[in-house]
């Protein structure tokens, strides 16, 4: 079965300084990974993609998340935090069902400090 | 933009009611889906709905639950007989097709059963 693991259920990180939130994969084939965010009160938002093409995937508010298959990871990085980053971070995977449902990992909630 | 909405923010109602979550999907999708997520758990899928037609559902979603989408617009979950253990937040969430990859989650309805 299809399944993610988040290693860090709080991340605290001061302004400007790089993000690095971890996110483990047990897939049986190659998967379809996300990372989604959840701002206070806001729905959850799709941050960025990765479905078998480039293994450096680029998302919204200059996030990235590197495939790589012979870790199982799917690791997401910002090179420098602002304040507005602080949320919920939510890193997904798609299993084979043409459903299409997700499967959610634990979640990493990303403080930033000023 | 268009976007999902979720009505009512907030939900409380007592053990043994009956509640309808309400969602309003993006107007051209054709998927539709309920997760929900217990304070401090992961967000869990619930239902998929395709085709006026539940495509699939978790061993969470027993008799108690009923999905509807009753005029073209709206997309409700019922909850018969509601129990403590119901109590989380409610996310609705569209997409735009079977080659999309991409949901768009609403804000969420926060139940509380007392």
């Known amino acids: 079965a299809q399944s993610v693991t988040q290693l860090d259920s709080h991340v605290s990180v001061s302004e400007g300084t790089p993000v690095l939130l971890r996110c483990n994969y047990s897939s049986s084939y190659s998967p379809s990974l996300f990372w989604y965010v959840q701002h206070p009160n806001k729905g959850l938002q799709l941050l960025l993609k990765y479905t078998s093409a480039a293994t450096l995937v680029k998302g919204i508010n200059g996030f990235e998340a590197e495939f790589k298959k012979s870790e199982t990871s799917f690791h997401l990085t910002k090179p420098s935090a602002h304040m507005s980053d602080a949320a919920e971070y939510f890193c997904?995977?798609?299993?084979?069902?043409?459903?299409?449902?997700?499967?959610f990992g634990q979640g990493t909630t990303l403080q930033v400090k000023p | 933009e268009p976007e999902v909405t979720q009505t009512p923010s907030h939900q409380v109602t007592q053990m043994g009611q009956e509640v309808i979550l309400r969602c309003v999907p993006i107007?051209?999708?054709?998927?539709f889906y309920w997760y929900r997520q217990i304070l401090g758990q992961k967000v869990e899928f619930l239902v998929s709905?395709?085709?006026?037609?539940?495509?699939?559902k978790s061993e969470i979603f027993d008799d108690q639950f009923s999905v509807e989408r009753p005029d073209g617009s709206n997309f409700t979950l019922k909850i018969r007989s509601t129990k403590l253990e119901d109590s989380a937040m409610y996310f609705c969430?569209?997409?735009?097709?079977?080659?999309?990859?991409?949901?768009?989650f609403g804000p969420g309805t926060r139940l509380t059963v007392t």
């Open positions: 997904v995977v798609i299993p084979s069902s043409n459903t299409g449902k997700l499967i």
């Open positions: 709905f395709y085709n006026n037609e539940i495509s699939e």
């Open positions: 969430a569209s997409k735009r097709g079977t080659g999309a990859y991409e949901q768009y």
């Open positions: 107007s051209n999708h054709l998927y």
